[in-house]
């Protein structure tokens, strides 16, 4: 089996050029039918109805009619700040000009969550199984806050639904290589959090990992590693969970859009070396629940190097990409700076005023993290790994390549594979030849319109036919 080529420097910064030239944090259509001032009840309930009847029967039963009964209460709590509940359902609406997009979204959100809650593997491992639907979706039409998940067990507070919603900003509809990020939100977030008390048992294990299982006194250094991860646990195992489903191309993928959300022309790769306080205007000082953006690439250098089912050639190859790119990234920097306010449980909280790590010291501890996340075994999942439910293997890996050889050839891909290896394959692809963006851009749509016509959930019926009729048979 081939590995992959070897990353190319040059090649990546085209890539995060090309990124860069996206509004990513723009706005674009669909605006709410309301517009921008306080919806009545009935403009609720009637933009909800308009798209519901385009959602298999699942949703309308168990996500259209909780969310009808509480519209209400809803407005009243959120102000008026209805979209990611209401769009979901909305833009599915006759009409609707993100349509396509968003069966491509879907499809590809569908594809992810049911990898890690198939019914089949979960029955052979004997984990329960928690929550079944793949969440809904919806393009912000104000993109401001950047892809995010709202997962079920939140939306429960304010409906009454075990349904989540993914949204990214309306300006990635036609940029779907930017979707691979719904593997941290939809194959991270949303999963890790339908296994009830997995992120207890992450965070005690990675505090005993560095010895912060218990503390008093002067913090050390090691400890300081476990709590911090212990923190920024919801994000680090997300950024796993989705490793795990579109494979290592995650973590190169995730240096092209980072470095194209904060870094310039001219200075890319570009990842932030430093975590302040995630709302300082606003009087929130504690420190960004998000990983520091660089020690993101050996979270994913951890996780690859115990990957169970890939070759030990391939992840040494794309473990040298990652460290390239991690080094390029670091413009130089010496040291992770840390800033803000670190809550260790209910009544503790640590501040740090410019705290000084050494670049090394974090980035082992980051790889540290990402091994134990990929190895770990948990009550929670009956004794398994995360890496037991879904993991990139060889198998994986294979179709990527082949995906990835098509579309340098100019050759379509629908059915080529699943949908995290047509992502894996597309990013491998645009590393290669980021000239060809369009081009991979169009194959890439084609092939997800096909997925989500065959989803098993959001596709049409097929019929189950007792014989095959014959065709064309003389009379």
């Known amino acids: ?29 669909p605006a709410p039918p309301w517009g921008n001032r306080m919806p009545t009840v009935a403009e609720v309930i009637k ?24 519209v209400p209460a809803l407005l009243r709590r959120t102000g008026g700040a209805v979209e990611p509940f209401v769009a979901p359902l909305y833009e599915h609406a006759p009409g609707s000009k993100v349509q396509a997009q968003l069966g491509r979204f879907l499809a590809v959100i569908s594809n992810l969550y049911r990898s ?45 639904t075990s349904i989540g919603v993914v949204s990214l900003p309306s300006t990635y509809q036609e940029h779907p290589i930017l979707w691979l990020s719904l593997a941290h939100e939809t194959g991270g977030h949303d999963i890790v959090h339908a296994d009830a008390g997995l992120i207890d048992e992450l965070q005690a294990g ?58 310039t022309p001219g200075q890319f790769p ?7 306080p995630r709302d300082p205007e606003h009087g929130d000082n504690v420190i960004d629940e998000h990983p520091t953006d660089l020690l993101r690439l050996d979270l994913a250098i951890g996780a690859i190097g115990v990957l169970t089912g890939l070759a030990d050639a391939t992840k040494q190859q794309y473990i040298a990409g990652l460290r390239a790119a991690a080094v390029a990234s670091a413009r130089g920097a010496t040291q992770i700076t840390l800033s803000g306010i670190l809550p260790v449980d209910q009544h503790t909280a640590i501040p740090l005023q410019h705290t000084a790590v050494p670049l090394a010291a974090a980035q082992a501890a980051a790889r540290q993290v990402g091994a ?57 692809a645009l590393l290669q030849a980021p000239a060809h963006y369009d081009t991979v851009t169009a194959a890439l749509n084609a092939a997800l319109d096909a997925s989500f016509a065959h989803d098993p959930i959001w596709g049409a019926p097929a019929p189950d036919r007792i014989i095959r009729c014959a065709r064309n048979r003389k009379r």
Not at 222 to 251: H, K, R, T
Not at 397 to 408: G, H, M, P, V, Y
């Open 1 to 29: 089996m081939p590995a992959p080529s070897t990353l190319d420097l040059a090649k990546l910064v085209q890539l995060c050029d090309r990124l860069a030239q996206i509004k990513l944090f723009g706005k674009a259509p």
């Open 47 to 70: 933009a909800a109805n308009s798209g519901a009847t385009a959602l298999p029967l699942a949703y309308r039963t168990g996500y259209v009619q909780p969310l009808l009964d509480a």
């Open 116 to 160: 890690f809650l198939d019914d089949t593997k979960r029955n052979r491992l004997n984990i329960a199984l928690s929550e079944q639907l793949p969440p809904l979706a919806f393009f912000q039409n104000d993109g401001s806050q950047g892809p995010y998940t709202i997962p079920a067990s939140d939306i429960a507070s304010d409906i009454a």
């Open 206 to 263: 990675v505090k005993a990992l560095f010895g912060a299982a218990t503390t008093s006194g002067q913090i050390t250094p090691s400890q300081l590693q476990g709590l911090l991860w212990a923190f920024w646990m919801d994000e680090a195992v997300a950024d796993i969970y989705g490793l795990l489903n579109v494979g290592p191309q995650f973590g190169l993928n995730l240096t092209a859009f980072f470095s194209a959300m904060v870094g």
């Open 270 to 276: 570009c990842l932030r070396t430093t975590s302040g």
């Open 372 to 428: 134990f996340l990929a190895t770990a075994k948990f009550q929670a999942l009956a004794g398994q790994s995360i890496q037991a439910i879904e993991t990139w293997d060889d198998l994986d890996e294979a179709a990527a390549n082949r995906i990835t050889a098509l579309l340098l050839a100019g050759q379509p891909i629908v059915n080529q594979g699943d949908d995290a290896q047509l992502l894996a394959g597309a990013n491998a």
